[in-house]
């Protein structure tokens, strides 16, 4: 495998058949097994600033790389997904928004989808100090590309410093809600300090990308192990040219 397979996951639990958004879904009992045949098959499960080093040739990239990304802290993230991953010792980064906090996930309703809970700080906190990253998934969900210069550099910049206020930590990460993005967000995610910021682009992360627009592929309601390994090794979509940032 050339490159780091990072996947991207939303809920983690025990959903109906999901007819639309079936990317924000995944049944706890496929991703157990996924976990199951990552730790037996050797695959490399890597944190995102490991990965990140391994992107700029500063450690050589393990055979197998995977990064696990979570969006949005859903509070099922740490009912399903954490006991399976402290089980595989296994790290993973999960994307939190400064604004949601503890609340429900209320831009769902607009698709009529259930509003699931987000996980409030002190379960961040206590998921940090367990050995799970925490990164910015913005202030409020906003498609970033339609928004305003302002608007994008705020959406960056003080989801980052909420993050860190509540958390204690740095945020040295972002996610791009809906995965848009424009070179006005890349900008502004370098401007801010991020170190990654990962996309919806299906594709494998390599050398040659930003690390401020790293592809993802995501792991749907209906994928099987088949299928995962599948997205993993064979699939990758035609890159988009890459975002042209202006030299600081």
Same mark, same amino acid.
Not at 89 to 97: H, S
Not at 227 to 248: E, F, Q, T, Y
């Given at each position: 495998?050339?490159?780091?397979?990072?996947?991207?996951?939303?809920?983690?639990?025990?959903?109906p058949?999901?007819?639309?958004?079936?990317?924000?879904?995944?049944?706890?009992?496929?991703?157990?097994?996924?976990?199951a045949?990552?730790k037996?098959?050797?695959?490399?499960v890597m944190?995102?600033?490991?990965?990140?080093?391994?992107?700029?040739?500063?450690?050589?990239?393990?055979?197998?790389?995977?990064?696990?990304?979570?969006?949005?802290?859903?509070?099922?993230?740490?009912?399903?997904?954490?006991?399976?991953?402290?089980q595989h010792?296994?790290?993973?980064?999960?994307?939190?928004?400064s604004?949601f906090?503890?609340?429900p996930?209320?831009? &769902? #309703?607009?698709?009529?989808?259930?509003?699931?809970? @987000?996980?409030?700080?002190?379960?961040? $906190?206590? /998921?940090?100090? *367990?050995?799970?990253?925490?990164?910015?998934?913005?202030?409020?969900?906003v498609? &970033? #590309?339609?928004?305003?210069?302002?608007?994008?550099? @705020?959406?960056?910049?003080?989801?980052? $410093?909420? /993050?860190?206020? *509540?958390?204690?930590?740095?945020?040295?990460?972002?996610?791009?809600?809906?995965?848009?993005?424009?070179?006005?967000?890349?900008?502004?995610?370098?401007?801010?300090?991020?170190?990654?910021?990962?996309?919806?682009?299906?594709?494998?992360?390599?050398?040659?990308?930003d690390?401020?627009?790293?592809?993802?592929?995501?792991?749907?309601?209906?994928?099987?192990?088949i299928?995962?390994?599948?997205?993993?090794?064979?699939?990758?979509?035609?890159?988009?040219?890459?975002?042209?940032?202006?030299?600081?």
């Open positions: 495998m050339t490159g780091i397979q990072i996947l991207m996951y939303h809920q983690i639990g025990d959903f058949d999901m007819k639309t958004h079936r990317a924000t879904y995944c049944d706890h009992r496929r991703f157990a097994r996924q976990m045949f990552f037996l098959g050797g695959y490399n944190r995102m600033s490991d990965a990140l080093r391994a992107l700029r040739g500063e450690i050589p990239i393990p055979p197998r790389a995977v990064v696990l990304t979570f969006d949005d802290a859903y509070e099922n993230f740490y009912e399903y997904a954490f006991p399976i991953l402290q010792e296994f790290p993973a980064i999960v994307y939190a928004l604004d906090l503890g609340k996930a209320q831009w &769902l #309703a607009n698709d009529g989808h259930p509003t699931p809970p @987000l996980m409030d700080a002190p379960r961040l $906190r206590q /998921l940090h100090k *367990a050995g799970i990253d925490i990164g910015s998934h913005s202030v409020s969900h498609r &970033l #590309a339609e928004q305003s210069t302002e608007r994008i550099h @705020l959406e960056m910049t003080q989801s980052k $410093r909420e /993050l860190e206020n *509540a958390l204690g930590i740095p945020i040295d990460h972002f996610c791009y809600p809906y995965g848009s993005h424009d070179t006005r967000a890349v900008e502004a995610a370098a401007d801010a300090g991020y170190l990654t910021g990962v996309t919806c682009e299906r594709a494998t992360a390599t050398p040659e990308d690390p401020l627009t790293l592809p993802r592929k995501a792991v749907s309601w209906g994928d099987s192990l299928g995962v390994l599948w997205k993993m090794h064979m699939k990758n979509a035609p890159k988009h040219p890459p975002i042209r940032r202006s030299v600081k």
